[in-house]
């Protein structure tokens, strides 16, 4: 006697989840690098694109050209799965707005993916500054990953902007393709800047274990931030 197949409906394909964690990254080091993988395990994400900017728009022109942060960024991340080092802002002229990379990632991965824009605490604050603030939720979530070394309150107009997006959960997030805010904890919160960074190289002092080795050898074998 034959038993009857199974009827049951077949899930749809899981739509893809990418984010974007964009910077100067002059130079990259280890708070970026963990927070991108870690954000890639909490979130569930198929690849997290580490995007440099190529003008970033709301400070003074970084100490080392787009491509060689871009350079320093590829030898950061080596072979980690997940990550990829992404130079569509090296593309564009003009400063780097985010709200222009995330049209381009939204026009790549289409309609129903799920993306992330991912920024730290400190850029967060200032997103009511940012070009077309708006828009950025209309193509992505946010989610804003807690810094030990960057505590303030929000601003009146951050407070408008964000007003009835938060959610509490991943899973929360990734039910719709944008337009959320989640602020994550992430298991490792890692008091590294690229401030610190570029003054200890000044001051001729040790970056080891707040650099990936490679980006330590390369920065130290071409004096980059030495002076
Ligand atoms: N240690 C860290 N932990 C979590 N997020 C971080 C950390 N460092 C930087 N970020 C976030 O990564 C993104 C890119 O940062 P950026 O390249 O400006 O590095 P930075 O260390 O903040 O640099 P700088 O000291 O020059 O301002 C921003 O959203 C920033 O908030
Ligand atoms: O789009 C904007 O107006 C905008 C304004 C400020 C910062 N950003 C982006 O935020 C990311 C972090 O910026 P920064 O200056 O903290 O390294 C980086 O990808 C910038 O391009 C974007």
Same mark, same amino acid.
């Given at each position: 006697m *034959?038993?009857? +197949?199974?009827? =049951? /409906?077949?899930?749809?394909?899981?739509p893809p989840r990418l984010a974007m964690l964009g910077g100067t990254f002059d130079p990259v080091h280890l708070g970026h690098l963990r927070s991108a993988v870690e954000l890639l395990e909490v979130l569930e994400l198929d690849r997290v694109h580490l995007i440099p900017a190529s003008v970033p728009p709301l400070r003074g022109e970084p100490? /080392?050209?787009? &491509? &060689?942060? !871009? +350079?320093?960024?590829r030898l950061g991340i080596g072979d980690t799965p997940g990550l990829v080092a992404d130079p569509r802002e090296l593309h564009r002229e003009g400063p780097s707005y985010s709200a222009d990379t995330l049209a381009s990632l939204r026009k790549e991965f289409g309609v129903d993916a799920r993306l992330v824009m991912a920024l730290g605490h400190d850029a967060f604050?200032?997103? %009511?500054?940012w070009h077309e603030p708006e828009r !950025?939720? %209309?193509? %992505? *979530? !946010? /989610? /804003?990953?807690?810094?030990?070394?960057h505590e303030a309150p929000l601003s009146a107009a951050l407070d408008a902007l964000i007003t009835g997006r938060e959610v509490d959960s991943p899973d929360a997030l990734m039910a719709r393709p944008a337009g959320g805010l989640l602020r994550l904890a992430l298991p490792t919160r890692m008091a590294i800047s690229a401030t610190e960074v570029r003054r200890r190289l000044a001051e001729g002092n040790s970056v080891r #274990?707040?650099?990936? &080795? $490679?980006? &330590? *050898? *390369? +920065? +130290? $074998?071409? =004096?980059? #931030?030495r002076y």
């Open positions: *034959h038993l009857p +197949l199974p009827t =049951g /409906v077949i899930d749809p394909p899981r100490r /080392v050209s787009p &491509e &060689e942060r !871009l +350079l320093l960024l604050l200032r997103l %009511a500054d !950025l939720f %209309a193509m %992505a *979530h !946010l /989610v /804003v990953i807690d810094r030990p070394d #274990y707040l650099l990936p &080795e $490679a980006v &330590e *050898h *390369h +920065l +130290l $074998a071409h =004096g980059l #931030y």
